[in-house]
C-alpha cells in the first residue's frame, strides 16, 4: 500500500493565498488540504509575537480573537484555492461572522496550533466552515467562520 501524497504549502506559497503580511499573518505552513473540502495548518506561537508584551506581560497568552482570525485565514487560503483565484483588489475575502466559538483552554509561547477547517456550505460568494484549533491533540478553540468575497 503506498502513501497517499499530501498537499502542502510552505510559508512562500501561502503568501500568494493570504493578503496578511507581519505582524498579522497567522498561518505558517499548510500541511494538507483537499479542494473544495478541508485544510489543516499550522500556527507556531512564539514569545517573539508582538501582542505577548500587553496580553500578558506576567503570564502570556494568545489574545482568543487571534486564534479565531488564524483559523479565518486557514478558511480563507481554502477558499482562494477551492475558487482557484488569489487575492487582488478585486478579489478578496473578508471574515464576516463567528458563531459558537468557544475557548478550552490558554494558548501560550512555545504551542503549537493545529488548526482544521472544512467547507460547511457555501452560497454564491459567501462561505460558511467549521473550524478547530488543537494544541497537543486537545481542543483550544472551535467555531463556525463566515467568510464573504467583495461584491
Known sequence: MSKQELNTMDIQTILDYLPHRYPFLLIDR???????????????????EPFFQGH?????VM???LIVEAMAQAAG??????TETKPGEDNIYYLAGIDKARFKQPVVPGDQLII?????KSVRNIWKFKAQATVKDKIVCSAEIMCAGKS
Open 56 to 60: 500578558f506581560p506576567v503570564m502570556p
Open 116 to 120: 482544521d477547517v472544512a467547507v460547511h
Open 77 to 82: 487560503i481554502l477558499t482562494f484555492l477551492t
Open 63 to 65: 489574545p482568543g480573537v
Open 30 to 48: 499548510v500541511l494538507d488540504y483537499t479542494v473544495g473540502e478541508s485544510l489543516q495548518a499550522i500556527k507556531n506561537v512564539t514569545i517573539n
